[in-house]
């Protein structure tokens, strides 16, 4: 990438705003031809119908994804690290992977998928722990034109099955194990599982990691690093057009059934690669780390893309932020002078949780911009991360946006904007996002809140769903004809910043009046006894709804007496929103179900307020599934 497109100061921003709104096709012409390697130039920058979600970005390019984040660098930094490799046992060396090394290991990765049988357009999913045979394999598929579709190792047989069918994959790699803290998972077995209901994988390719026992199907399964042993080292990169898939990524939705989301090639490149760099102040030498999974978008766009596409040094750690100690994040970043670090509000309000002393053990001194994603990061998580671990030197990036996005849409651009706690503050060129209000009336005015809609399609974003183009319309297009539908509530401050206030799809109807679940879990969450709070609505036969509360106290004790907390929480919404706004019922919890990346399971605790036990669908994918059981235990009748 060449400096051009590097936002220089808060007018340049503005500037360049201007110019993204005022000629979008223009904006993205320029970047992607002056910081991309193409086969061949696009003939339309940009073609759209918005009703039928038609949507393709730099028509009839020819490329490869691979050429522009290895290829390409290899004159100028074969030798530099291009991947740092974390392991889970810090006794365990680090590795360094150069982008010579990564090239080489790449190109033999695709001569043995080839050699399998994985051919262009053809399904690849991938089941693998974060290590950096992950990354390789993704490459690879994207080298040889196959759709990789990663599958978080942390899911179920049934999740991993489901996935495998609704794409078709006749291919899976996995490991035999996999670390993860004090323990080791078994994924090889879990994909045996899994086939059993796929019986359509004609192959299984196994990266050793544990070298623990695994069952070995002949004829099926192969050990990898016996065909890399093999495999030439050079693959010339297929050529690609620029709206074929990249990868298949699932994301779970309203309903049970994941959606499939569909990203291609060109587009993707051009976004991820610009926003990185602007999003992240990216410098040449910088050491860049993202905590997400590579299973996650957060992982494909901001761990391995983004960096890759830029030339960067990216971390890639195969632990978790408590083992073998809480102060893992803290120590890593030392040990390998990390500048930019970015990750999840759950994670750093679990941190906080613990000690400062941690924390200061640790020189982090070689920070310059902290990130935030996934969900909300409310105001005293904000001013721990800033305190703490920014000390008050680093700009924090609350980065807003969706798998559904590709990329970073709303980001506080580092030494540029402003920060503010709470607020993802603004659009990043080329973004236009709108507020609507419920009669599909856009709001002009600041200083107020609204359903967040973009206008204007931007090149990350994904074309399709799997399968399921009308799920697609349905679910993004046809709320606000016209427009993008992120399903995510927003207020716009009176300069223009924006905070984004939770997903709107859990609006609730108490008695005629609408309630966001998030103002009310805000005020429960300043009860000085409580941690965190979930609302659900569940049917009422006078109000229509009734609200259900779940809340997770900070420490538990058997002593507190809980009508008097009961009490005390609901004097704290009625104050802060109003009686009409207090909950029905207030349930204990030791914990609430999450997925992965933080966000909580409403689905899940819907139904269990409503008394539903019989499809919870598949838990598996929640980070604490065995909370289940005890909410429902424990539900109040
Ligand atoms: C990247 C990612 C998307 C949903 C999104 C929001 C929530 C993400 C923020 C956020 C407030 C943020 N993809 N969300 N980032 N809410 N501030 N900075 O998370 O598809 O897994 O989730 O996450 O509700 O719609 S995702």
């Known amino acids: 990438m060449s400096n051009n497109y590097q936002v220089q100061n808060l007018p340049d921003y503005f500037k360049q705003y201007k110019k993204s709104i005022k000629n979008p096709k223009k904006f993205w012409d320029k970047i992607a031809d002056e910081n991309f390697v193409w086969y061949q130039r696009w003939s339309k920058v ?21 050429k522009n984040c290895l290829d390409r660098h290899l004159s100028t930094r074969g030798d530099k690290t291009a991947i740092i490799f974390e392991p889970n046992n810090p006794e365990e060396e680090a590795r360094y992977i150069s982008y010579q090394e990564l090239y080489d290991e790449v190109g033999k990765m695709a001569n043995v998928l080839q050699s399998q049988g994985v051919k262009k357009g053809d399904r690849v999913v991938i089941y693998l722990p974060m290590i950096p045979e992950l990354a390789i394999t993704m490459l690879a598929c994207a080298r040889l ?39 080791t998972l078994d994924l090889k077995s879990i994909v045996d599982e899994a086939l059993d209901k796929s019986p359509q994988v004609e192959k299984v390719l ?30 010339v990169s297929v050529i690609m057009d620029a709206e074929d898939p990249l990868f298949i990524l699932y994301t779970s939705g309203s309903t049970g059934k994941p959606k499939g989301m569909v990203h291609t090639t060109a587009g993707y490149m051009v976004y991820i690669g610009y926003t990185f760099k602007n999003v992240f102040n990216y410098q040449e030498n910088d050491v860049y780390w993202c905590t997400a999974d590579i299973g996650w978008i957060t992982g494909h766009s901001y761990i391995l893309y983004g960096p890759l596409l830029n030339g960067a040094t990216t971390v890639i750690f195969e632990g978790v932020p408590t083992y073998p100690q809480p102060d893992r994040f803290w120590e890593v970043i030392e040990k390998h002078k990390v500048t930019q670090f970015y990750t999840a509000p759950t994670a750093i309000r679990s941190l906080a949780k613990e000690s400062v002393e941690w924390v200061d053990k640790h020189d982090l001194s070689s920070l310059k911009v902290i990130g935030s994603v996934g969900e909300p990061i409310n105001e005293e998580a904000w001013h721990w991360y800033n305190d703490q671990i920014g000390k008050k ?58 359903n967040l809609c973009i206008r204007f399609p931007w090149p990350g974003i994904a074309r399709t769903i799997w399968g399921d183009h009308q799920r697609y319309i349905d679910t993004y297009f046809k709320a606000f004809p016209g427009k993008y539908f992120t399903g995510d509530g927003a207020l716009r401050d009176e300069v223009g910043y924006y905070r984004i206030t939770g997903r709107v799809d859990d609006v609730i109807i108490v008695s005629g009046h609408n309630l966001g679940t998030a103002p009310i879990e805000d005020s429960i969450n300043e009860h000085p006894a409580v941690a965190e709070s979930a609302i659900v609505g569940y049917p009422h036969d006078v109000k229509g709804n009734a609200l259900y509360g779940y809340v997770m106290l900070k420490e538990v004790g058997e002593d507190r007496d809980k009508e008097n907390l009961r009490k005390e929480i609901n004097h704290l ?55 289940v059981d005890e909410i429902k235990n424990q539900r109040i009748n």
């Open 145 to 183: 034109g196959a759709i990789h579709s990663v599958v978080f190792a942390g899911f179920s047989s049934s999740a991993v099955s489901s996935r495998i069918n609704d794409c078709d994959a006749k291919v899976v790699v996995t490991s035999d194990g996999s670390y993860r803290g004090a323990k």
């Open 46 to 66: 940009l073609e759209y119908d918005m009703e039928s979600a038609n949507i393709k970005w730099f028509k009839n390019a020819k490329l490869n994804i691979t």
């Open 573 to 627: 919404i009625s104050e802060q929103i109003g009686p009409i706004a207090k909950l029905d019922k207030i349930q204990f919890v030791s914990s609430l179900p999450k997925t992965r990346s933080g966000k909580i399971m409403r689905r899940i605790l819907r139904k269990i307020a409503e008394g539903d036990f019989s499809n919870f669908g598949d838990t598996s994918t929640l980070l604490n599934p065995e909370i």
């Open 206 to 235: 196994v990266v050793k990691r544990t070298n623990q026992a695994v069952k070995m199907k002949e004829g099926r399964d192969f050990w990898l690093d016996e065909l890399l042993e093999k495999a030439p080292k050079d693959f």
């Open 393 to 450: 030197k680093c700009p924090i990036v609350d980065t807003w946006w969706q798998t559904e996005t590709g990329g970073i849409l709303i980001s506080p651009l580092p030494f540029v904007t402003p920060t503010k706690p709470t607020y993802a503050t603004l659009p990043l060129p080329g973004i236009q996002p709108v507020l609507m209000n419920e009669k599909r009336i856009e709001i002009t005015e600041n200083q107020q809140n609204g």
